[in-house]
């Protein structure tokens, strides 16, 4: 039975992972094909008459969502239904977890009181227990370690996450230890008054020293598991990410990025959709050579910086918010991974080689 009610979640998260790890997968769950003869139905009204238990109301939000596709196109509740409509319907499958394993697992605690923490999460861990990733996950760690505090953990999935970061960034994610601490920091987050700060490392040299992308973000609608921007008011959610220039290196731009909104992969999309793809973003096609020459000592540069950084080059390095109880402004800085600290002064070297052979041409040298 389809149920249209097992539909992702909206996060208000800088740059979610909303894949295997964390949230499930839109599936196609039916494909229809409407006969020669189909009279004009609204297509909830006509979704309700084949899905077995799916309420009108679960249709719509699934049509807002995007998990309706009509002739490869998202359409509102009230488009109708002509012969010959192709219809797609995605649904997410989430693993049913009764509870979470608590696991020691090593925690990069950065600041904690009675009603958050900060932990500064590593490259490669993945925040929340899904499907394929049941152990090892920030959330199973906590859980430890919240015991040894004697905290209730039995709610653990809902109350102590208040946002995500994909498993391949690196950086600060705040956790609530109690309800009123979740409560008042998932405010925050959807007002939009969270300072988040990013460190990113992309590709080209980008032409502004700083600026603002601005583009609707929601799912691909050929490919669900990626996101991809949209024409505001057609498809997605607003999403606006602020950047500047941090340091230049010819092939590639080191960024400071500010959100905003929080949408999933909003830094990613946005990035690809500039032109910029992160460095070694597999999703967005930043992991091969995109700017540069075809020498092959260029090539083997940027293979071994792939060695070193086999991810993509995306940090949270800064986090302020309200404290839920204090009411007081706090906020906390961390220092770049040594992986992606350690291309980035390759890059610097590289760069500067480049300029000294270039200084030494144009005098002869």
Not at 153 to 181: C, F, M, P, Y
């Amino acid at each position: 039975m389809l149920d249209l009610n097992e539909l992702d979640e909206d996060w208000e998260d800088p740059d979610e992972e909303k894949e295997g790890e964390s949230t499930a997968e839109p599936v196609e769950r039916m494909r229809i094909t409407t006969g020669k003869k189909q009279e004009p139905l609204r297509i909830d009204k006509f979704l309700m008459n084949l899905v077995e238990g799916a309420t009108r109301n679960k249709i719509q939000q699934a049509l807002d969502e995007g998990h309706i596709i009509v002739n490869g196109k998202t359409v509102k509740a009230n488009y109708k239904v002509k012969p010959l409509d192709e219809i797609v319907v995605y649904e997410t499958r989430k693993s049913e977890l009764s509870e979470v394993i608590p696991e020691q697992l090593p925690l990069d605690i950065v600041y904690e009181d009675d009603d958050v923490m900060i932990i500064n999460k590593k490259a490669g861990m993945v925040v929340h227990p899904g499907c394929g990733n049941y152990s090892g996950t920030l959330v199973n760690g906590l859980a430890w370690y919240l015991q040894q505090e004697n905290i209730d953990t039995e709610n653990l999935q809902r109350v102590g996450l208040v946002h995500r970061i994909d498993k391949d960034t690196s950086g600060l994610v705040v956790i609530a230890k109690n309800e009123r601490a979740m409560s008042d920091l998932a405010a925050q987050f959807k007002k939009h008054t969270v300072y988040r700060r990013y460190i990113a490392l992309v590709w080209g040299d980008v032409e502004n020293e700083e600026g603002t992308i601005t583009g609707n973000v929601g799912r691909n609608l050929r490919f669900r598991k990626i996101m991809d921007v949209f024409p505001d008011g057609d498809y997605g959610k607003h999403a606006v990410t602020h950047y500047k220039v941090l340091e230049r290196f010819n092939y590639v731009t080191l960024l400071e990025l500010r959100l905003e909104t929080g949408r999933t992969h909003q830094i990613r999309v946005h990035m690809k959709h500039k032109g910029h793809p992160l460095f070694n973003d597999a999703t967005y096609g930043g992991d091969h050579i995109v700017k540069g020459t075809v020498f092959n000592k260029y090539k083997q540069f940027v293979d071994n910086c792939f060695k070193i950084l086999p991810r993509h080059a995306l940090h949270a390095k800064e986090l302020g918010f309200t404290h839920p109880a204090t009411r007081q402004w706090i906020q906390f800085d961390s220092q770049l991974p040594s992986d992606m600290q350690e291309v980035v002064d390759k890059w610097r070297v590289y760069t500067n080689g480049m300029t000294k052979q270039l200084r030494e041409q144009l005098n002869g040298g």
